[in-house]
């Protein structure tokens, strides 16, 4: 049975910008974050992907996108291999916990589960930690306490509960669940292909950096989720007086860019490189004496 949520959505970024090589868009940077006192995620953080609804499959339907083939899933894996224990990733152990304790900056891929439509099209963020309890309880996922749940939702699903619209207040949100007697974290990121305009705005017009630009929006929400769910991962962890998390803070910036070919030879807007790729990653909020948007702990 599914436990409360931590974090019901994150707010969308609807205004983006461009000038000059980087984008812009609205955030909070007029405070610090501050420890609640609560858990943060200290040991490194299995990470396992739930690949909800149609991913990969035949009679899916004619009405399902293309933004649902092996090309974006692989994406979306080689990214959460290498994003863990990058510079990127590594602003997260600046933001310590009881005792000085800090989580590690690192991320441990656990692989991956198919579940076709288990709790149909449409669901609720109950239905969300459902999911992830279910495959746990049906062996269909390991129990891991310190582990990270993500369920990715193909282009047909949805997610409508009370103000939790995916599309028109949410690009994705964490929370917790539960499963034989245990706490998980967990998050879902929707399928930009569903609503580019509101979850892909960053490439509007544009190409991306991988030439697919749910795969590479979707990335980028997920970082989005990780990093607060490290930081702050049952609400009583590192947010600002406005109680917005880290990722949040600085949601819909994405800082300095540089032009990359992408695979289909169409100059794309990047600022970072993972192992063979180059991806457009929202920044994370560097807590330091007057605190920043950044995209690693140096700048």
Request: glycine letters at 14%; one cysteine or more; a negative charge.
């Amino acid at each position: 049975m599914a436990s409360r949520f931590a974090r019901l959505c994150v707010t969308l970024a609807l205004v983006l910008a461009t000038l000059g090589g980087a984008f812009a868009a609205p955030t909070q940077k007029d405070n610090k974050m501050s420890y609640h006192g609560g858990p943060l995620m200290y040991a490194t953080p299995g990470v396992y992907f739930v690949w909800y609804g149609c991913w990969g499959l035949s009679g899916c339907g004619s009405s399902l996108a293309a933004y649902n083939d092996a090309a974006t899933m692989n994406i979306l894996a080689d990214f959460i291999q290498d994003v863990g224990g990058s510079p990127y990733f590594q602003i997260n152990a600046g933001y310590p916990g009881a005792y000085g304790r800090t989580p590690t900056g690192a991320l441990i891929f656990g692989g991956g589960v198919a579940d076709r439509y288990s709790r149909g099209p449409v669901l609720t963020e109950a239905d969300v930690a459902g999911i992830v309890t279910d495959l746990i309880e049906s062996n269909g996922l390991p129990q891991d306490p310190s582990g990270i749940y993500v369920v990715l939702a193909s282009s047909d699903v949805t997610l409508v509960d009370g103000a939790t619209q995916y599309c028109l207040t949410c690009c994705n949100f964490h929370g917790v669940g539960e499963a034989l007697g245990s706490q998980f974290s967990v998050a879902f990121v929707g399928n930009p292909s569903r609503c580019p305009g509101a979850c892909a705005a960053q490439f509007e017009g544009a190409a991306s950096p991988n030439a697919n630009y749910a795969a590479d929006a979707m990335a980028a929400w997920l970082a989005h989720s990780l990093n607060a769910i490290v930081t702050n991962p049952t609400g009583g962890g590192w947010f600002d007086r406005y109680g917005l998390e880290n990722s949040e803070k600085c949601e819909g910036t994405f800082g300095p860019t540089q032009t990359v070919t992408n695979p289909d030879g169409l100059p794309a807007e990047s600022n970072m490189r993972l192992g063979g790729r180059d991806y457009l990653m929202q920044q994370n909020w560097v807590n330091s004496k007057k605190g920043h948007c950044a995209l690693n702990i140096s700048q």
